[in-house]
């Protein structure tokens, strides 16, 4: 059985109007009733995320994005830098959006020094996560592998897909007998440094003033997970 192609914007449409009915209960102040509606809401909401999810995992793929997908990812890369998470990025959409097909070909390419994970629906990246390993960086970080480009698309989120992309990522790298893996996150960014912490990172150092994606400086953690001893 298929899921219908209207029904993830479906999905997101449910999901803002469920907001928008608490954001108006929290408004109205005192009374028993207005709690158990409230109570009766986050049950439905919480019901029918369920089912969503169920849903669309019957044409969810999570498997390695390949140089075949370029035109996929470069989709998803550049709504990201396009997003308000740019901030997350430490690319810029001016520089990415005038990158070749055959460079986003490129960047794609099993080279043993880079890959990407992702969630694919309807031929379409929801969610994905990256590595590489950084041998030309002149600073302490230098010589590791790095974690890259970790976003899902807002109409996707709260699923779990994040986490899912992340843990194939670290198993790849488990498996090739990989030692300890690094990531830079916005300290302002609670929910990816919850995800993170969730899946064993360690706030290691906090890097002052460092330019990203949406052209403004921000303060970053670096987190680091020992995948072997």
Known sequence: MKAPTSWAPFAFMWNVLLFKIMESVENISGGKILKNLKRMINQVFTLLNKLIEEYLNMDLELRRVTSEDWMAYRDFRLSALQSKDAKAFGGSYEKESIRSHEEWRIRLEDNGERFFYGCFYKNEIVSAAGVYFDNKGKDKWSN?????GVYTRPE???????????EAVLGKLKSDGVKKVILMVNTKQESAINLYTKLGFKNVELIKDHPMGDGQTHDEFVMEKILAE
């Not at 996707?156 to 992340?166: H, I």
């Open 144 to 148: 590791n592998w790095i974690i890259v």
């Open 156 to 166: 996707f989120r709260n699923r779990g897909f994040s986490y899912k992309t992340m």
